[in-house]
């Protein structure tokens, strides 16, 4: 076979690849305010969730960030996603990782506050993204009931994006989600003794 000849079959694959692509596309026809969940035991929810944020800022969206875990500590998406004040609100709500607290009264009152703070985002028309970092893990210890939460997703404005990260995403917001990503571990650098590194881990 000449190089021209598989170049030739090369251009008609692609072409019948192109046209399947087009159609597949025009049919879609819906436009909605998607409902996302990052989960799984890999590495990666929060910095996918991030990287929507950071895409929503780059076209002008306004963007609520609500921490329910994690405690005030500096991350480098945080202070690179400030530089865009004029468009974001960060708020880090959590009391830190449940096995730091060790207290369950706090941590739930923690999780409670920042719901409060959710809630508000989730009705406000002027917010394209709403970010709600380890929400899961507040919902499997039980610090906010699932009921709850749910019902105040479904009553967001119509066309507003909600991304919810951390592990052990309870079934019914699987069910209640439109895209759900599950980041599957298959190798870790913490198993071979590497410490977490600024700039990776946060």
């Known amino acids: 076979m000449t190089d021209e000849t598989d170049n030739r079959r090369h251009q008609m694959k692609m072409q019948r690849r192109k046209e399947v692509q087009d ?7 819906i436009e909605k305010g998607l409902l996302a969940v990052n989960t799984g035991s ?7 969730a991030f990287g929507l944020a950071l895409r929503m800022l780059g076209r002008g969206k306004r963007v609520v960030v609500v921490q329910f875990i994690k405690g005030a500590w500096s991350t480098g998406e945080k202070i690179a996603l400030e530089r865009f004040d004029d468009l974001l609100e960060w708020h880090t709500l959590g009391e830190g990782f449940t096995w730091e607290t060790q207290d369950k009264g706090r941590d739930i009152a923690a999780a409670v506050r920042a719901w409060e703070v959710a809630r508000t985002a989730l009705r406000r028309e002027d917010v394209g993204l709403v970010v709600l970092d380890e929400l899961n893990i507040a919902l499997r210890y039980d610090y906010l009931p699932l009921e709850t939460v749910l019902e105040d997703l479904a009553a967001r404005p119509a066309m507003q994006h909600v991304v919810v ?7 019914a917001l699987v069910e209640a989600a439109d895209l759900v990503t ?6 870790h650098h913490f198993k071979a003794g590497v410490k977490a590194q600024e700039g990776v881990e946060f």
Not at 23 to 29: F, N, S
Not at 165 to 171: E, L, Q, S
């Open 42 to 48: 890999g590495k990666g929810k929060s910095t996918a």
């Open 165 to 171: 990260t951390g592990r052990n995403a309870p079934a």
């Open 23 to 29: 159609q597949e596309v025009a049919e879609k026809t």
């Open 182 to 187: 599950e980041m599957t571990l298959v190798k």
